[in-house]
């Protein structure tokens, strides 16, 4: 049968409460992660940005003369 955990032992395992060390760690890394994802979002957004202009400017068409021989 398995036998339960009492609060003490999970807590001096560290699986239950986090001590205030670990707690600010958390929190840094999860505004981490969100300031990445922002900044993620905001380069697509450029790149998407950049894409429409050569398009609707037609630069493509001056990069095929570049290339061609």
């Known amino acids: ?7 003490k032992q999970i807590y001096m395992e560290g699986g239950y409460m ?7 760690l ?17 380069l697509a957004l ?3 940005q950049w894409i429409s202009d050569v ?4 630069r493509w068409q001056v990069w ?3 290339v061609r021989w």
């Open 64 to 66: 095929l003369e570049w």
């Open 1 to 7: 049968m398995i036998r339960l955990l009492s609060k």
């Open 55 to 58: 398009v609707d400017e037609k």
């Open 26 to 42: 958390s929190i840094i890394v999860m505004i981490g992660g969100l300031f990445g994802m922002m900044l993620s979002f905001y």
């Open 18 to 24: 986090q001590d205030n060390g670990n707690l600010l």
């Open 46 to 48: 450029c790149f998407i």
